[in-house]
């Protein structure tokens, strides 16, 4: 199994920036893809970022410029750099790691952390 441990949320005025860190534990070998969602009051639990074993990245449309998601694999951590937020970032953002235990395919979630952005 693999664990996730999320930190680096908090209060940020328009137009600040925070880093998100997510580091995992357990079966890391069998990590796939590793992302960053997120779940505003009232809403859909939607993708903002992933990185699959191989480097590639994709990002939700709206925060294409702004968000950067990397990794250190020597820490097993994985980062979320926001920047130019604003108030519709405020969200609670979930760390997710999609791993195989064969035969099944699998998913790890943080506990989340609650990013605001307000003046």
């Known amino acids: 199994q693999v664990q996730l441990v999320e930190s680096g949320g908090g209060l940020v005025q328009p137009g600040g920036s925070l880093r998100l860190s997510c580091a995992a534990s357990?079966?890391?070998?069998?990590?796939?893809?590793m992302g960053w969602y997120r779940q505003a009051p009232g809403k859909q639990r939607e993708l903002v970022a992933r990185i699959t074993s191989g480097g590639s990245t994709n990002y939700a449309d709206s925060v294409k410029g702004r968000f950067t998601i990397s990794r250190d694999n020597a820490k097993n951590t994985v980062y979320l750099q926001m920047n130019s937020l604003k108030p519709e970032d405020t969200a609670v953002y979930y760390c997710?790691?999609?791993?195989?235990?064969?035969?099944?395919?699998?998913?790890?979630w943080g506990q989340g952390t609650l990013v605001t952005i307000s003046s």
């Open positions: 357990g079966s890391i070998f069998s990590i796939n893809a």
């Open positions: 997710n790691a999609a791993y195989t235990s064969w035969p099944n395919a699998l998913d790890a």
